[in-house]
């Protein structure tokens, strides 16, 4: 269970472009009334040092960006060399899961509430470029 307040947490192993391995620990919460707004905090444990809290209208608005911050993050460490890894294996951690689950890719793709996307169409014109 998550401690220090946060709500959700999720543990790594990132892979410095030095060779050096280090157990990264993430926590989000907790998410607290700060005046007019709601404040999300983001917690470190064996990175670089935390973000400052994100804040938003309400806690969801607070929370998703929070989440999408550490991912943007952990997303430029892997474009500068690094890798993010299950911890205590060599396995590589898809990114695109710490924000989404294939579960919700498909659901998204079947639902009927979807639009279906607009199809471009190319008009092939004569040599003279004329209707």
């Given at each position: 269970m998550p401690r220090n307040g946060s709500f959700a947490e999720r543990s790594?192993?990132?892979?410095?472009?030095?060779?050096e391995r280090v157990a990264f620990r993430?926590?989000?919460?907790p998410v607290l009334l700060a005046g007019r707004d709601f404040?999300?905090?983001v917690r470190f444990n064996g990175w670089v040092q935390?973000?400052?809290d994100v804040r938003g209208r309400d806690?969801?608005?607070?929370?998703l960006p929070a989440v999408g911050l550490v991912h943007g993050m952990l997303d430029?460490?892997?474009?500068?060399?690094?890798?993010?890894?299950?911890?205590?294996?060599n396995n590589d951690y898809d990114?695109?899961?710490?924000?989404?689950?294939?579960?919700?890719?498909?659901?998204e793709v079947a639902s009927p509430n979807r639009r279906p996307?607009?199809?471009r169409r190319v008009r092939v014109r004569g040599k003279g470029g004329g209707r």
């Open positions: 790594l192993d990132l892979l410095k472009p030095s060779g993430v926590g989000f919460g404040c999300c905090r935390a973000p400052p806690s969801l608005e607070a929370l430029d460490f892997v474009r500068r060399g690094g890798r993010v890894l299950w911890p205590g294996t990114l695109v899961h710490f924000v989404s689950s294939p579960e919700w890719r498909r659901a996307s607009r199809r």
